[in-house]
């Protein structure tokens, strides 16, 4: 984001006259960050975001408690375990998804299957995670290596639902180059044309 762009985002100054963070400006951006669509609303029209790949149910789960430990302020965030099982079952009865855990699936329908089943959808573990366990008001959040307690952070749930999507696009890129160097050298993929007859 340029320098430009922020100043559309905020129209109050961001420092009052004695030096001190302007408050206005702060709900400005609270309220333009709680406006930021979910990530398969912003990539829609992305190719990369909308070429489907065969994604293997775990990975979609392993990513999400990848993102969930490495964003909580406590590295293994409460009732992980169970957020993971009933992430894990709801994905289950989705219908993209053959008995065997394979889907043909875009980094945008992954979005919004993380969205559809966690977001705002009455999970109250994971809906936990972006409460601070002191119960502190206010806005702004604190990393790990800033908050004297970990009782004063949280997780950011949108930001972790698109960090699962971030981790599986990685994966793909090294998947495809990895693949692109082997056509390079030895002319063919010999799992290729298994993968194109494989059925869901």
Same mark, same amino acid.
């Given at each position: 984001?340029?320098?430009?762009?922020?100043?559309? !985002?905020?129209?109050?100054?961001?420092?009052?006259? $004695? %030096?001190?963070?302007?408050?206005?400006?702060?709900?400005?951006?609270e309220?333009?960050?709680e406006?930021?669509?979910?990530?398969?609303?912003? @990539?829609?029209n992305?190719?990369?975001?909308?070429?489907?790949h065969?994604?293997?149910?775990?990975?979609?789960?392993?990513?999400?408690?990848?993102?969930? @430990?490495?964003?909580?302020?406590?590295?293994?965030?409460? %009732?992980?375990e169970?957020?993971?099982?009933?992430?894990?079952?709801?994905?289950?009865?989705? =219908?993209?998804?053959?008995?065997? %855990?394979?889907?043909?699936?875009?980094?945008?329908? !992954?979005?919004?299957? @993380?969205?559809?089943?966690?977001?705002?959808?009455?999970? =109250?573990?994971?809906?936990?995670?972006?409460?601070?366990k002191?119960?502190?008001? %206010?806005?702004?959040?604190?990393?790990?290596?800033?908050?004297?307690?970990?009782?004063?952070?949280?997780?950011?749930?949108?930001?972790?639902?698109?960090?699962?999507?971030?981790?599986?696009?990685? $994966? !793909?890129?090294?998947?495809?180059d990895?693949?692109?160097?082997?056509?390079?050298?030895?002319?063919?993929?010999?799992?290729?044309?298994? !993968?194109?007859?494989?059925?869901?």
């Amino acid at each position: 984001m340029l320098d430009s762009d922020f100043d559309d !985002i905020i129209q109050e100054p961001l420092v009052t006259e $004695e %030096g001190y963070l302007n408050p206005a400006a702060l709900n400005e951006l609270e309220a333009a960050i709680e406006g930021i669509p979910p990530t398969h609303e912003r @990539c829609s029209n992305d190719s990369e975001w909308n070429k489907k790949h065969y994604i293997h149910l775990p990975q979609i789960v392993g990513a999400l408690a990848k993102w969930a @430990c490495r964003q909580s302020p406590y590295y293994v965030p409460d %009732g992980l375990e169970n957020v993971c099982k009933y992430f894990s079952e709801c994905l289950k009865t989705e =219908k993209v998804f053959g008995k065997d %855990g394979w889907g043909h699936l875009s980094l945008n329908d !992954i979005s919004k299957l @993380c969205h559809d089943i966690l977001m705002d959808a009455g999970v =109250k573990e994971f809906d936990n995670w972006n409460e601070r366990k002191n119960k502190r008001e %206010g806005t702004g959040y604190c990393s790990a290596f800033d908050c004297p307690t970990a009782d004063d952070d949280f997780i950011d749930l949108n930001a972790l639902l698109n960090n699962v999507c971030i981790d599986i696009r990685d $994966e !793909i890129r090294k998947d495809d180059d990895f693949d692109r160097r082997f056509k390079e050298e030895y002319g063919s993929l010999p799992w290729e044309e298994k !993968i194109e007859n494989y059925d869901i």
